[in-house]
């Protein structure tokens, strides 16, 4: 519920609101992850970045990580496997502590070599 109460200054964009939203979605979901074992990543799509374009199946992130929320001009949205990343995206990753390493170099590698960092050699692996 914090969650969703959350959302409508970040909806009306509220100056202050997506900070706002980042802290209570941490502080509610922190307890669960821990449990879990499991770390939220977030990371920016930053200018010049080859993340730019992707759809989040492209990423091909480990099968147990997991992109739950995009914050795209200020508003939150749930990615579907089409969605389409843009310059200044925020991503919020839930991904277990044991594949964290392998979901960073892979995030990095794409950032480097956009969606066909493979054919590239840059597996992020």
Not at 45 to 68: I, T, W, Y
Not at 82 to 100: C, E, K, N, S, Y
Request: charged share 20%; proline share 7%.
């Amino acid at each position: 519920m914090p969650i969703v109460l959350a959302t409508i200054p970040l909806s009306a964009g509220v100056p202050g609101a997506t900070r706002l939203f980042d802290e209570v979605f941490v502080i509610v979901e922190a307890a669960p992850l821990e449990e879990l074992h499991a770390d939220l990543l977030q990371a920016q799509v930053p200018d010049g970045s080859r993340l730019q374009g992707v759809e989040v199946f492209e990423l091909r992130l480990p099968a147990q990580a997991s992109l739950a929320l995009i914050v795209r001009d200020g508003h939150g949205l749930v990615p579907g496997p089409t969605t389409v990343l843009r310059t200044g995206d925020r991503l919020l990753i839930v991904v277990p502590a044991a594949v964290r390493e392998q979901t960073e170099r892979r995030l990095r590698a794409v950032s480097r070599a956009g969606k066909l960092a493979g054919w590239f050699g840059e597996h992020g692996l």
